[in-house]
């Protein structure tokens, strides 16, 4: 028996354990593998590990995707995209800017294809903004879990202006080395989203970014208080 002789479902779930390159390389040997490749119903889960991978035709964004993971442990882009800007030479902006607007770009496609995801983590993504998680927020209305981790500009505002506003079907929230998160973004989490298992274990008690000018007032004021005491 040759396995095109097997129906759809058959080809779909056979195809479910392969990795994404497989079964595009799979797709590439006829046409009814391709479009069990095209079938929305093979892509419930995505796991992105590095940049490149976001920009392959390996993959498809569907209605049935649950879960989505985009994690950039290791990867050198996400060390030097995560350095604060004041501090990065021209050639790390440059490096990083090429990366700027990927995962951007990726997650307001998710936004519009994948009105059903469950989870997202999001760790390492040093240039995701507020907007865009809150564009998710609005999008995705059953989501159930937003872990992020280590994403640089995350601010309070997606907690007030996306969690609180929009997170209705949030269950569980992680956000973990996210320097600019405060406590008090944290708090209105817990004060208006009782509902949600909050954790944020490694974030609120980092020191947020600013610019080593910005610092000298407080010093300024501090010698002051000093001085008078
Ligand atoms: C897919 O095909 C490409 C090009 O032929 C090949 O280099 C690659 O190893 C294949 N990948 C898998 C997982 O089969
Ligand atoms: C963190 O927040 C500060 C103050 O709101 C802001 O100036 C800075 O740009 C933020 N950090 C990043 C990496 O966006």
């Known amino acids: 028996m040759q396995l095109t002789q097997l129906n759809r479902e058959c080809l779909l779930h056979l195809c479910s354990f392969l990795d994404k390159d497989s079964r595009r390389n799979l797709s590439r040997t006829c046409h009814q593998l391709l479009e069990v490749f095209l079938d929305h ?58 990366h700027e607007r990927l995962v951007s770009t990726f997650l307001a496609h998710v936004c519009i294809m994948c009105p059903n995801l469950l989870h997202l983590t999001l760790s390492g993504c040093g240039h995701i903004t ?57 708090q209105t989490v817990r004060e208006n989203r009782p509902g949600i298992q909050l954790s944020a274990e490694r974030s609120a008690d980092m020191i947020p970014d600013s610019k080593p000018e910005e610092k000298v007032p407080l010093r300024r004021m501090l010698q002051k208080v000093l001085q008078f005491s």
């Not at 920009?55 to 995560?82: A, E, H, M």
């Open 130 to 186: 507020d907007q865009d998680l809150i564009s998710v927020l609005q999008s995705c209305r059953k989501l159930r879990s937003l872990h992020l981790e280590n994403c640089v500009r995350i601010t309070d505002c997606i907690l007030e202006e996306g969690v609180v506003a929009h997170g209705n079907s949030l269950e569980e929230l992680k956000v973990d080395f996210c320097r600019n998160i405060t406590q008090v973004g944290l």
């Open 41 to 98: 119903r093979l892509w419930n889960l995505l796991h992105f590990s590095s940049p490149s991978q976001l920009k392959r035709d390996n993959f498809v964004l569907g209605p049935s995707l649950r879960c989505l993971t985009i994690c950039w442990y290791s990867s050198r882009v996400l060390q030097v995209c995560n350095i604060e800007d004041w501090l990065k030479t021209s050639f790390q902006k440059d490096i990083c800017g090429k």
